[in-house]
């Protein structure tokens, strides 16, 4: 069964630093790819998304992620974090011709002012 | 505005009771999931429904039960099989696939169930 990994669940960091989480799945066939956001008290969001083309995406609020085939990975960057960015992250991976995503169990990212 | 509402926001029941947890969407999509959100789980598959009167299983079904009799509705009954419902339960839609590959999923505020 296709699975996607994320790893260090709980992150805590200070505003301006760097984020990047890293996300990696198991499927070795056309895939696409997927970060949401869920905010505390709202609902999950997309952030960016991956379909084919360029392997560098940039989505909302400043974040980007790049998707390496031969690592099988998609992580998520953002070069300087706001107190607003505290959210739990969710890396999904959906396989072409499949409506079914699978996701990561998440990472709780915690942004001190 | 379009999207997907779900109801109520917060439910409390009394152990072995069923439970029904409504989903709406407006967005004319095919595709409806429900997922299960734990704390250190991420979301994980109940049931999904690509198109009206078809569901299949996801990666957690026993406990649940869904219908699909229209394309806007998609309700979750937790049974009292289930033998851990308390949970914040999440339902999504996506279009139809079709030859894009696409499969972005919009979600629902969620429903948070607790069972007494």
């Known amino acids: 069964a296709q699975s996607v990994s994320q790893h260090n669940h709980h992150v805590i960091l200070s505003e301006a630093a760097s984020l990047e989480l890293g996300c990696n799945y198991s499927?070795?066939?056309?895939?696409?790819l997927f970060w949401y956001v869920q905010y505390p008290g709202q609902h999950l969001q997309l952030l960016l998304k991956?379909?084919?083309?360029?392997?560098l995406v940039k989505g909302i609020k400043g974040f980007e992620a790049e998707f390496i085939k031969s690592k099988f990975s998609f992580n998520l960057r953002k070069p300087s974090v706001q107190w607003s960015d505290t959210a739990e992250y969710f890396c999904a991976v959906g396989l072409y011709g499949n409506n079914r995503l699978a996701f990561g169990k998440g990472n709780q990212v915690v942004v001190i002012p | 505005d379009g999207g997907i509402t779900q109801s109520p926001k917060y439910l409390f029941r009394k152990e072995g009771q069923n439970v029904t947890l409504s989903c709406e969407q407006n967005?004319?999509?095919?595709?409806m999931y429900w997922y299960r959100q734990d704390p250190g789980q991420g979301l994980r598959l109940i049931y999904y429904?690509?198109?009206?009167?078809?569901?299949q299983k996801g990666d957690i079904a026993e406990g649940y039960s869904v219908s699909r009799e229209k394309k806007e509705s998609f309700p979750l009954t937790v049974t009292s099989a289930q033998k851990n419902p308390t949970a914040f339960y999440l339902c999504?839609?996506?279009?139809?696939?079709?030859?894009?590959?696409?499969?972005?999923?919009?979600f629902g505020p969620g429903t948070r169930l607790t069972v007494l």
């Open positions: 429904s690509q198109i009206v009167n078809d569901f």
């Open positions: 999504a839609s996506s279009p139809r696939q079709g030859s894009s590959g696409y499969n972005e999923q919009f």
């Open positions: 991956y379909f084919s083309g360029d392997p």
């Open positions: 967005l004319n999509h095919d595709a």
């Open positions: 499927y070795g066939g056309t895939v696409n």
